[in-house]
């Protein structure tokens, strides 16, 4: 795949704080990544070098192949849209009024204003002032100004941040749409336990470094974690489906129809084929590690081994 934006052992000082350490990372055309870490994790700094409003300490940044912080470059900043963690718009304006604004600072045409505003659900709210909208019609409102110009490539910082549930849900919807059209997305987010089936890679930060990149089914794999069976087995017979399992799995919690397991990942299919030839089995339910088991492992086994 074409990389849309890469930063090359990238280090960043600010005074005696080191807020990135040799970070090396690509975003691939078409993918949509997500940017994990605690707070001071470096996430942030990544996000303004991407944007050229800081430049690196060592190490190199480009988008679409320029610097985006160079003499050259304005046309790679114009390939970006940035959806920033609080968007603040002035209430006195209708939402119109606000994209106009928006699309006059870049360059772009007012004609598809209305499409934009559409496309996020607020073409009934065009010209209602900012001040009537709740804050999911806001973050709304700031994702229509990310797609002015049609950019290569989103940055989305935090974009569900302070939202209630169905606000969330909305703002994760257009995330799923906008992927689904090819857009390159990059999403910095605490929200661990909805983003990660959101997207094709995850990258963790933590400390200023790069913990991890891959997809979520090979960071699972390198983590080793354990998967989640839960049984419904005929009354009576745990301890006969157990002795049958042998040792390749774990028993967490026991009673008389039901059973907990816990697994290596890598006997998963053992396990299961095991399973199917049981006739005390009735049910099996397999859960596996989410991202945010994940990200605590990962900072765990990095804690310890420093």
Same mark, same amino acid.
């Given at each position: ?207 200023? *470094?790069?913990?991890? #990149? ?5 960071? !699972?794999?390198? $983590?080793?974690? &354990?998967? +989640? =069976?839960? /049984? ?6 745990? *301890?006969?489906?157990? #002795? ?5 799995? !774990?028993?967490? $919690?026991?009673? &008389?129809? +039901? =059973?907990? /397991? ?28 989410? /991202? ?15």
């Amino acid at each position: 795949m074409t990389a849309i934006a890469q930063w090359s052992s990238v280090t960043r000082h600010f005074g005696k704080v080191t807020a990135v350490q040799d970070v090396s990372l690509t975003l691939k055309a078409g993918e949509a990544t997500a940017l994990v870490g605690h707070n001071g994790a470096g996430k942030t700094t990544l996000i303004k070098l991407l944007l050229g409003l800081i430049r690196p300490s060592a190490g190199s940044v480009s988008v679409l192949g320029a610097d985006p912080a160079g003499r050259n470059g304005a046309g790679a900043r114009r390939a970006l849209g940035f959806l920033p963690e609080n968007v603040a718009f002035h209430g006195a304006m209708t939402g119109q009024e606000l994209m106009a604004f928006y699309a006059r600072l870049k360059g772009e045409p007012l004609s598809r204003n209305r499409e934009l505003l559409a496309l996020v659900g607020l073409a009934d709210a065009a010209d209602r002032r900012v001040s009537t909208y709740s804050k999911g019609m806001r973050q709304r409102l700031g994702l229509a100004q990310t797609l002015i110009g049609a950019p290569r490539l989103l940055l989305l910082d935090e974009p569900t941040s302070g939202l209630d549930p169905a606000s969330r849900g909305e703002v994760y919807s257009m995330i799923d749409r906008f992927r689904a059209d090819g857009a390159t997305i990059l999403v910095s987010t605490h929200a661990l336990a909805e983003i990660g089936e959101r997207v094709d890679r995850v990258a963790v930060m933590h400390g200023g *470094g790069l913990l991890a #990149d891959g997809s979520l089914a090979d960071l !699972r794999r390198g $983590a080793d974690l &354990e998967v +989640r =069976l839960t /049984l419904r087995v005929t009354p009576c017979t745990t *301890g006969t489906v157990l #002795d049958r399992l042998g040792t390749a799995v !774990r028993c967490v $919690a026991r009673a &008389e129809s +039901r =059973l907990e /397991l816990t697994l290596p990942a890598g006997a998963k299919m053992d396990v299961l084929g095991k399973l199917a030839t049981m006739r005390e089995v009735e049910d099996v339910e397999m859960s596996t590690p989410g /991202l945010e088991e994940l990200y605590r492992t990962l900072v765990a086994d990095k804690e310890t081994a420093t």
